[in-house]
């Protein structure tokens, strides 16, 4: 069976600083991992994903994912958070030709 | 990439009475899923619906209370019927788009769901 953990419920950052939004999948075949963004009273925008090749994968609004098969893991990156940022992010794991299965989702705060 | 919208964007209503929401997307697409959603919480799927055939639905869902229609590739209606305060939640459309094992998953902008 497939799941997706995001550890944390809460990521709080200063504008300007770096972010990074943790990931951790469980899958028994490849990988399909997908980061979506939550802002307030809007449903989920797509980010990002990863499917095969490089492990670093480039998406919108300058974020970034790194994806590490030795430690299951896609975490959300970006070097230099902006306010607009602020909102709810949730990584996606998808097993082959099996349901998409979200996490739990990780609010991000960013502070001027 | 695919642009959806779903009607009403909001409602409140009344317990016993039901509600039809609807999800059109701009492109035509096999696969539709209906999802349901608590303020802040992560996505429970309801239920799958391709054009053509009944819908399949996830546990704890049943088709009396979500009746789904999928009249053709662009196009679905999720009721919620008979309501209760339990059911006030935010209830999202989604598509599939792209080729086998590349698919992704676009959101439509969700409709909010309070029942008093």
């Known amino acids: 069976a497939q799941s997706v953990a995001q550890p944390e419920d809460q990521v709080n950052v200063a504008e300007g600083n770096p972010l990074t939004v943790k990931c951790t999948y469980s899958?028994?075949?490849?990988?399909?991992l997908f980061w979506y963004v939550q802002y307030p009273n809007r449903g989920l925008q797509f980010l990002l994903k990863?499917?095969?090749?490089?492990?670093l994968v480039k998406g919108s609004y300058g974020f970034e994912a790194e994806f590490n098969k030795s430690q299951t893991s896609f975490h959300l990156k970006k070097p230099s958070a902006l306010v607009s940022d602020s909102a709810l992010y949730f990584c996606a794991v998808r097993d082959g030709a099996s349901k998409i299965i979200f996490g739990s989702g990780t609010r991000l705060s960013i502070r001027p | 990439s695919a642009v959806i919208s779903q009607k009403p964007s909001r409602d409140i209503c009344q317990r016993g009475t039901s509600l039809t929401i609807q999800c059109q997307v701009d492109s035509q697409v096999t696969m539709m899923f209906w999802y349901r959603q608590q303020p802040g919480q992560s996505l429970t799927l309801i239920a799958t619906a391709n054009q053509g055939s009944e819908a399949t639905y996830e546990s704890g869902f049943v088709i009396d209370k979500f009746p789904i229609s999928r009249p053709n590739l662009t196009f679905s209606t999720l009721t919620v019927s008979n309501m209760s305060p339990e059911d006030s939640s935010i209830y999202l459309c989604s598509v599939e788009v792209g080729g086998f094992l590349t698919e992704t998953q676009y959101f439509g902008p969700g409709t909010r769901l309070l029942v008093l």
């Open positions: 899958v028994s075949g490849n990988p399909y």
């Open positions: 990863y499917i095969t090749g490089d492990n």
